[in-house]
């Protein structure tokens, strides 16, 4: 079958989970097509879970599409996970896709708690449609975008949906500097690896709140 390894479900894309499969059953257009499935599972991963970078579980445990449901929050890779294993679900080839971008649009303590403007394995997903492998970054939820005063991602299901090089007023806002590759499965420990190369204060979990963050500060 083509594309059989991207429909099967893997440690963290577990799309067999119960709880995964109920939610996709529960967010399915009646009779949609293909595309509009994908679609549609995208916009509900993207609104429906809070982005969070501040609590980072990196464990294959902590990372499963079914722990996002349960917490209702991630952030882009585990979201892009999440949306992942929702595809196969429903049927549709999905896998990983990472990069990694510099971010000129953050707040305060995560540019502390990173100590860089270099987002490393920035996650999302790709997916089979039409015969070809679309990009869906379902990262950020509507709701923080209006935080940021940023466009949020929109996802056709035709054309890649990658985050934006410039915000509304011009301004840098993402840049890729580096194509990961796409995985079958989540690639845990080279993210481990790299991290801990680079980020320090980031690998303990916060308990502040990131989307107060971002409100606050695109107030001033």
């Not at 979201?79 to 294993?85: D, I, Q, T």
């Not at 953050?106 to 997916?127: C, K, P, S, V």
């Not at 090089?165 to 590759?181: I, K």
Request: glycine residues 6%.
């Amino acid at each position: 079958m083509e594309n059989e390894e991207y429909l099967v479900p893997t440690p963290a894309i577990n799309c067999d989970h119960p709880d995964v499969i109920q939610f996709v059953k529960q967010h399915l257009p009646a009779e949609g097509s293909t595309l509009e499935n994908a679609v549609s599972l995208y916009y509900v991963v993207r609104d429906l879970f809070r982005y969070d970078p501040y609590r980072l579980e990196l464990t294959v445990e902590g990372m499963q599409a079914s722990a996002t449901l349960a917490k209702g929050y991630g952030w882009c890779v585990s979201k892009a996970v999440l949306l992942a294993a929702c595809c196969r679900a429903a049927g549709i080839p999905a896998r990983l896709g990472f990069g990694d971008v510099r971010n000129h649009l953050t707040t305060n303590r995560l540019r502390d708690m990173m100590q860089t403007d270099i987002f490393y394995w920035h996650g999302y997903a790709e997916i089979f449609l039409h015969e070809k492998w679309v990009k869906a970054t379902p990262a950020f939820n509507l709701e923080l975008c209006e935080k940021f005063n940023l466009a949020p991602l929109e996802f056709d299901g035709t054309t890649d949906s990658v985050l934006h090089p410039f915000d509304p007023s011009g301004n840098r806002h993402m840049e890729y500097v580096l194509d990961r590759g796409h995985y079958a499965d989540l690639p845990l420990g080279d993210i481990l690896d790299t991290f801990k190369m680079h980020y320090g204060r980031m690998m303990q979990e916060t308990v502040a709140d990131f989307s107060a963050d971002a409100e606050r500060e695109n107030m001033t």
